[in-house]
């Protein structure tokens, strides 16, 4: 006859009980079912009869109380060589005793129900490597973390392109935008050193050189008031040409003159023409007054002519062409200035 086991228990279970209640309890070491209350003891063997343990039968494993999307994963309970296996749908299989009991893929779980995972294509080859997804995201392997730009040089910086796996390396470099807003590299030489480029090259295939003058003949001024000589302002819709003025040539025929480069006056009696066909500059030279304009450049002339160099840019960006005007005149104690003058810029149409 097997043993029968019994404990004697004290248990207090009523409101205003004075003092406790004694009540025999079962110990129950491998005959099923239990009742509740009942105490379970080791039977035969010093092992739990796997009767008087929980079924995993209906259970729902939850994460932060919230039941998580891969169900039904534990089909045994941990023991000594019992092994622990996550189902198929969701399940990386290992064994609480070192040995992989069923199965041959193993995937994890994302956040999105139903969606899988497989992470057993690689393995680790040395100290560093990351799990890392890969195209279409249902797939992970062990690799390299990828330090390294997202877009290669060439791609518009705004909006950025979708990004595609590089088929080149692109490392992280130090770039900037160039005129037509294009993401670019700082280039380098073979030996790592930089390379550098004016924006204004003007040897460059993709810069051209303009000129405007007054003409063969000389202009005079009799009064006192400083008169428009020479003015050119870029043609409308050339918003994407960069101009760079570079210099200015002053002849006066011998009497003493004052000058003034100035930006953006207000002309009157102004009629542009266009410069050359292949010029997106205009040029005007019968405009009779001015008013406004912020001064540039001045100077003084006797008999002589005076050759000024320059390297500031201007393009068109607002509604109103920017202009460029010399304006002249006698100075004080001189009768008259008799004077021409000439422009000479740069236009770049695309970037270098």
Sequence with gaps: MAPIWSVLANRKDKANQSFWTQKRLDVVDGCCPANPGDIVALGPGCKIDPCLLPSTTGLIIEIDGVPSPCQDILNFIPGTGITITYSPDCGYIFAVTGTVACGSAAYLCTDEVGVEVQVDLSHP???????????????????????????????????????????????????????????????????????????????????????ATTGIG?????????????????????????????????????????????????????????????????????????????????????????????????NFTAATPPIITLVFAPVTGSSKSVAGCSFAWDEQSTCL
């Design 218 to 314: 000389l202009r005079t001024n009799l009064t006192a008031t400083l008169v428009p000589l020479l003015s050119i302002s870029p043609k409308v819709g050339t918003g994407t040409v960069v101009f760079t003025f570079r210099n200015l040539d002053f002849l006066s025929n011998g009497q003493l003159s004052h000058f003034q480069l100035l930006l953006n006056p207000t002309l009157t009696g102004a009629s542009f023409v266009n410069v050359d066909p292949t010029s997106e500059m205009t040029y005007d030279v019968t405009a009779t007054a001015y008013s406004g304009g912020r001064l540039l450049d001045a100077g003084y002339i006797g008999a002589d002519s005076r050759h000024n160099d320059y390297e500031f840019r201007f």
């Design 125 to 211: 080859t040395h100290p560093g490597q990351l799990l890392i997804s890969q195209p279409g995201n249902t797939t992970a392997i062990w690799a390299d973390p990828q330090v390294q730009g997202l877009y290669p040089a060439g791609s518009t910086i705004c909006p950025a392109p979708a990004y595609v796996a590089p088929t080149c390396i692109q490392p992280i470099l130090i770039g900037g935008a160039d005129c037509n807003g294009v993401l670019q590299n700082v280039a380098v030489s073979t030996g790592g050193e930089i390379l550098v480029l004016a924006q204004d090259q003007e040897t460059d295939i993709n810069v051209q050189r303009f000129a």
